[in-house]
């Protein structure tokens, strides 16, 4: 044989790459990110950096209460303790509710709002073993415990070189008239723990109060706004229904409730049976099958006997939300429409055949035989 390789052709050199590149390289068989995936990720991360938000604004307006219990302060210390209460946490706020509002407008599918809270849950629960199993982590906060998870992971923002501004022209503050609470809000007691109110603090509390007046509305708003009650005022008025029409009110806020019709190693099943065979898709109808199914598995595994039929049908809210945290799993893409692949241009595409075929045409194109 006769070496006739011509060094110049960029071409073969750019053939033998690609040979050498697909004979070592693994091939990855995982989809691409669509523009409706990069949607759905940048939409769990900006509701969750609206919960870190409001994670910081908690360990402030914790600080700012314990160092304004101090005495003597300096008139610069209560300055700039004015300053945190009256722009810093305000801002902190603010920014919370824009982001997780913005994070509304770029989901692309509904149920998102399902599955951040079921991480955050998550999260509260990894934060909350880390608070009971270590001594070091027992005198912090959830909160702050969430900031450090969230921190782990975070990538260093690049330096922002200070450049030299003008001093600002100094001007005459106007002095604001102080606004004291209403008296009906001073003579409340402070928690038991004197931290947050529990249930039932609240509920004696505000059931002296006559309904539906403006006391009671503006009390509901200072006990939210200083962080005294985990929960928002719509949370405050449910729980004082639940009082008026008898229902059974727990001991204590954010305690298990009803368990998740789809377990985490449940979802991570249906993920692995997606991910079998190439092009595989799920319907809503199909998760809810899956539904019962697994329901009625758990009902045999306690060791019990379906001696009934269990009519569990799923509202179209939950078949959405169980959706929306399937689509969330690795290698699992959001389509409308979707080609499948043929058994041929599958073995095509991952067999050695073609890498082989490749080759054979390289070594035909290099050489040539002499005669």
Known sequence: MNNNFDPSDDSKHRASE????????PLDDSPSLSKKDKQLKSTLYLKEM?????????????????????????????????????????????????????????????????????????????????????????IKSIALLRLEHASYSRTPLRPIVNTVRPDPVPHRLKKKRKCNLPTIMSSVRPPLDNIQYKPMEVICILSRIPKGSSNRCNLIKYFVKENLVPIKMDGIYRLLR?????KLIKEDWNLPGRHRLLSTNDIANIQFDLNKFS?????TTEIGEKIRIIQKEKVIAQGRVPITKEDITPC????????????????????????????????????????????????????????
Request: charged fraction near 25%; proline fraction near 2%; aromatic fraction near 4%.
């Open 242 to 246: 639940r009082y008026e029409e008898g």
């Open 50 to 138: 609206s919960e870190r938000l409001v994670d910081v604004r908690t360990e402030l307006i914790e600080s700012h209460r314990a160092f304004s219990k101090i005495e003597r302060l300096t008139r610069n210390e209560k300055k700039k303790l004015t300053a945190l209460k009256r722009t810093i946490i305000p801002f902190l706020e603010e920014s919370s509710m824009h982001i997780r509002s913005a994070s509304k407008t770029i989901a692309p599918i509904g149920g998102l709002e399902y599955v951040h809270n079921r991480d955050e849950t998550d999260r509260k629960q990894i934060a909350q073993l880390d608070k009971t199993s270590s001594d070091k982590n027992s």
């Open 279 to 283: 092009g595989s898709t799920l319907q």
């Open 316 to 371: 179209m809210g939950t078949l959405i939300n169980y959706q929306a945290a399937i689509a969330n799993q690795d290698n699992v893409s959001i389509c409308t429409s979707v080609v499948p692949k043929t058994r041929t241009r599958y073995s095509a595409e991952n067999s050695l055949i073609s890498a082989m075929a490749l080759l054979c045409v390289i070594a035909a194109i290099h050489y040539d035989v002499c005669t």
């Open 18 to 25: 690609s040979l050498a590149t697909a004979l070592h390289e």
